[in-house]
T-cell receptor, first 109, second 119 residues
Framework: SQQGEEDPQALSIQEGENATMNCSYK?????LQWYRQNSGRGLVHLIL?????REKHSGRLRVTLDTSKKSSSLLITASRAADTASYFC?????????FGQGTRLTINP | ETGVTQTPRHLVMGMTNKKSLKCEQH?????MYWYKQSAKKPLELMFV???????ENNSVPSRFSPECPNSSHLFLHLHTLQPEDSALYLC??????????????????FGPGTRLTVL
């Protein structure tokens, strides 16, 4: 299966702490993307990292990709209450984008 | 706002009803998608349209019928649904090369979804 698997399934931290979510996959990829979804809403694209890249930053977000381990991580620094959402990794291989089941992140004030 | 709108936002229908979901994208993209999101399941790709042509149908039951009259509009016609079809239906769009073409970034822009409840 090309689907990415996120870990953990749920994460609860205090505001101001850093949050790390992981994604593992089994096939070769062209790129890997992270999306955020607020409850009952559509997904919002956060960041795309290509297979030949190892790290990308966007504001408080940092994404790493290790193609030898077939894994990626999303780090959110200095978390805020507004970061509470579900986060999905999506694998872009030879076929269309395939989404994982997501990590539910809760930021406690 | 992502540039993708969906109507209605909420829909309650009986099993014998016929209804349609509408999606419109204002991004000039050439590919549009329907996804189904059920509780505790990964996002399920239902249909893909590229340049108005359907390029994927992931074994979706015939009670779901897509229509793509142009690159900006996508419909999902619903009839004789089952309670297990209750879910959040998401539309997305992207800028892709023609089917069979080279690689694309395939970043997708999602609408807010239609929450469907089948009684």
């Amino acid at each position: 299966s090309q689907q990415g698997e996120e870990d953990p399934q749920a994460l609860s931290i205090q505001e101001g702490e850093n949050a790390t979510m992981n994604c593992s996959y089994k096939t070769s990829i062209n790129n890997l993307q992270w999306y955020r979804q607020n409850s009952g809403r559509g997904l919002v694209h956060l960041i795309l990292i290509r297979s030949n890249e190892r790290e990308k930053h966007s504001g408080r977000l940092r994404v790493t990709l290790d193609t030898s381990k077939k894994s990626s991580s999303l780090l959110i620094t200095a978390s805020r209450a507004a970061d509470t959402a579900s986060y999905f990794c999506a694998i872009q291989g030879a076929q269309k984008l395939v989404f994982g089941q997501g990590t539910r992140l809760t930021i406690n004030p | 706002e992502t540039g993708v709108t969906q109507t209605p936002r909420h829909l309650v229908m009986g099993m014998t009803n016929k209804k349609s979901l509408k999606c419109e994208q204002h991004l000039g993209h050439n590919a549009m998608y329907w996804y189904k999101q059920s509780a505790k399941k990964p996002l399920e790709l239902m249909f893909v349209y590229n340049f108005k042509e359907q390029t994927e149908n992931n074994s979706v039951p015939s009670r779901f019928s897509p229509e793509c009259p142009n690159s900006s509009h996508l419909f999902l016609h619903l009839h004789t649904l089952q309670p297990e079809d209750s879910a959040l239906y998401l539309c997305a769009s992207s800028q892709d090369p023609p089917s069979g073409g080279g690689r694309s970034t395939d970043t997708q822009y999602f609408g807010p979804g239609t929450r469907l409840t089948v009684l």
